[in-house]
């Protein structure tokens, strides 16, 4: 068995008591001794701090770097104005999605931010993919998600410019001394900024936060309910190489300008059949949400039916709703089933749990847009 990788903050989770699991190839807390539940409510009403420095941080430098990046996403980079990040996709020749991503325009180079367990094979499709001309450089730093409704107030303390952000902005800060760069993001659903610093400086950024009176340490536990009461899709679970964007209900993010009539159209793997499926709308089914009944939550796995008993789906992702109060689900079912407000019923040790299909998010999102 390969030993697991550490991140910057790996003593700092141990001394605050998290408990450790292997995900992504990395030793990471799933919670602290809050619990999930607190950890999760502690997020929605104050500010919870999250390592995020598995995931891989990638920065493309060259002669047209956000050309060929278009070559492999269907997101528009050319496009993106310098300081400001957009959610692309990495699409295999089958229009299967292999990654989703971040993407900053940071004036003469590009930084990525790339799903942990994929950030091998990312780098690999980035230095084979984007053609001579372009470098690809894999960063060793730290990245910090404060997240939640209070996390403006805990960064107006500390790093009062980067308020002036706004949601998907990024620029270059200073906290005490430490250079970060900063992102007005994150994947609760909250309004938050992901921290980016170097190793070295990870421990000290994340004791400073940890210091401010509403910020609690966040486990991978309340990470994954809040993002999925956010209505967020978690790779390999809701979205694979298997889905289409269309499929995956993350049409927005093929740009207009990648689209049949528009300036760029298609040049991204698999884009004759994306564009054909926006166009045409022949997809035999789409990610939905869920909302279940009673307290007993639906996990991933679990095979939905419609009333006459036919299967019609599967859910991806599943658990109880500490903010909802209900069993939250996503998962896919057959397009004549995928209508707001159609009862459909999840397979649970034999018995059939009924499901409400519902619009995401659960949560009405604080995202801050100025």
């Not at 997020?43 to 278009?70: N, W």
């Not at 070295?200 to 993002?227: P, T």
């Not at 809701?238 to 740009?255: H, K, N, R, Y």
């Amino acid at each position: 068995m390969n030993e697991l990788h550490k991140t910057p903050l790996h003593d700092l989770h141990v001394e605050l008591g998290g408990k450790m699991v292997p995900f992504a190839g990395y030793s990471m807390p799933v919670q602290y001794p809050l619990g999930v539940k607190k950890e999760h409510e502690h997020t929605r009403a104050a500010c919870g701090l999250f390592d995020v420095s598995h995931m891989g941080q990638v920065l493309i430098t060259g002669s047209e770097p956000a050309m060929a990046l278009e070559t492999l996403v269907p997101a528009d980079i050319l496009g993106l104005p310098e300081g400001m990040q957009r959610y692309a996709l990495f699409t295999n020749n089958e229009g299967g999605i292999l990654d989703d991503l971040m993407v900053v325009n940071a004036g003469d180079h590009l930084y990525l931010v790339v799903n942990a367990a994929c950030k091998e094979q990312d780098i690999t499709h980035l230095r084979t993919g984007l053609g001579e001309g372009q470098q690809v450089e894999v960063l060793d730093r730290g990245l910090l998600a404060l997240q939640g409704p209070k996390a403006a107030s805990v960064m107006g303390r500390l790093c009062p410019a980067a308020c002036d952000l706004v949601f998907m902005q990024h620029g270059r800060f200073e906290i005490d001394g430490i250079s970060v760069w900063i992102s007005r993001a994150g994947y609760t659903g909250e309004d938050g900024f992901e921290i980016s610093v170097s190793a070295d400086k990870s421990e000290a950024l994340a004791r400073l936060l940890l210091a401010e009176q509403e910020v609690e340490a966040i486990g991978l536990g309340a990470r994954d309910s809040l993002r999925l009461e956010a209505g967020l899709c978690l790779y390999g679970h809701d979205i694979d190489t298997t889905t289409t964007p269309v499929e995956g209900g993350l049409i927005w993010a093929v740009s207009k300008p990648r689209r049949r009539g528009g300036e760029r159209a298609g040049g991204f793997p698999g884009a004759d059949l994306v564009l054909h499926q926006i166009e045409a709308k022949d997809h035999q089914r789409k990610r939905v949400g869920l909302l279940g009944e009673g307290r007993a939550p639906v996990r991933e796995g679990a095979e939905l039916f419609d009333a006459q008993d036919r299967k019609i789906g599967v859910v991806t992702s599943g658990g109880f709703g500490p903010s909802v109060g209900k069993p939250v689900a996503m998962g896919y079912v057959s397009i004549e089933q995928a209508v707001v407000d159609r009862q459909v019923f999840a397979d649970v040790r034999g018995k059939r749990l009924p499901m409400t299909v519902t619009k995401m998010p659960f949560v009405t999102p604080g995202y801050y847009r100025g």
